[in-house]
């Protein structure tokens, strides 16, 4: 079936630094990826829409400047938490749709330092 | 008011018994159901899709309360095995394709 793969899983950086984390469609192209936050114990919240070849679309309350994503290929989505601080340490997450079934990448575990 | 909310638990059973979870959902314009199962720190893995006239898997039946707006999935003979996080999912009002995530309800199966 489907895979999404995603890259660091595990992270840690410094505060101040940036990080970038990929997520990539290992055998089928995805015009549309999603990516997600989860901070312990609470749900999976949608972070931003990640579109092929033009802007994303950052759900309300998430900095656009501050979480860069990048979706330059049909396969390949990336996002880049940039001036990183403690507070975003977190399970960051990517997922994308094959036909109807929606699948999820292994998800990064970032630390700020 | 939360868009998904479900019971935290954590929900401690026995192997063997039946439990059963629940979830409610805010807007009534939501087309697409699922429950999602999570084991910790892993990503959320789809266990069903929930029909308006109920579906089963095995040992899981999920059911849909459109009317209510309401969800719920029972599990059948617990096993071990099936401790995670059981997460309720619907799609968003902007379309199938954005989901809408419930914090999860915990459930801890003992030997």
């Known amino acids: 079936g489907a895979v999404v793969s995603q890259h660091p899983s595990r992270v840690i950086c410094k505060s101040g630094t940036s990080v970038k984390i990929e997520c990539r469609s290992l055998d089928f192209q995805a015009t549309t990826m999603f990516w997600y936050r989860q901070f312990p114990k609470q749900s999976l919240m949608l972070m931003a829409t990640s579109n092929e070849g033009s802007k994303a679309t950052y759900e309300q309350g998430v900095e656009k400047d501050k979480f860069l994503i990048n979706h330059a290929s049909l396969t390949l989505s990336t996002l880049t938490v940039t001036s990183a601080h403690p507070e975003d340490s977190s399970f960051y997450i990517c997922s994308a749709y094959s036909g109807n079934t929606i699948y999820f990448g292994e998800g990064s575990w970032l630390t700020v330092v | 008011r939360k868009e998904v909310e479900q019971d935290p638990g954590p929900f401690n059973v026995p192997e063997g018994a039946t439990v059963a979870f629940n979830c409610t959902y805010s807007?009534?314009?939501?087309?697409?159901f699922f429950w999602y199962r999570q084991d910790c720190r892993k990503e959320p893995k789809l266990l069903m899709s929930v029909y308006s006239s109920g579906n089963e898997d095995g040992r899981f039946t999920a059911q849909l309360n459109r009317a209510s707006q309401y969800i719920s999935l029972l599990i059948r003979d617990s096993k071990l095995s099936d401790s995670a996080t059981y997460l309720c999912v619907v799609s968003g009002n902007t379309g199938f394709q954005k989901l809408v995530f419930g914090t999860g309800t915990r459930l801890l199966v003992s030997p």
């Open positions: 807007n009534s314009a939501s087309q697409s």
